[in-house]
């Protein structure tokens, strides 16, 4: 159910879709696309294999390590829910 407002914060999963969908780039079924925040920064290389537990920290019961095709990996967002009370007219 949809309220007609909008929610400002859909813009990155969906400006993301919107370059799939419509960018001059082919993206192949093996592409793999990484979506950063232009306020982080990386301090270590981007990798598929998070086996090593002294270097990576993996939130709940994960049993798998190595992202692979159709097994994404995401990092833990720490604000919880309290995104939900936010005052977005303030």
Do not use: C
Not at 4 to 30: A, M, Q
Not at 33 to 42: A, E, G, H, S, T
Not at 62 to 84: E, R
Request: hydrophobic content about 35%.
């Amino acid at each position: 159910k949809t309220s007609g407002e909008t929610y400002v914060y859909f813009n990155k999963p969906f400006g993301l879709l919107h370059w799939i969908e419509h960018s001059d780039e082919t993206i192949k079924e093996d592409d793999v696309v990484i979506l950063i925040d232009p306020d982080q920064m990386l301090t270590r290389p981007i990798t598929n294999d998070f086996t090593n537990r002294t270097e990576n920290v993996l939130f709940g019961g994960h049993s798998k390590t190595i992202v692979t095709h159709g097994n994404p990996f995401a990092q833990k967002y720490g604000l919880g829910k309290q995104w939900m009370t936010f005052n977005l007219d303030a």
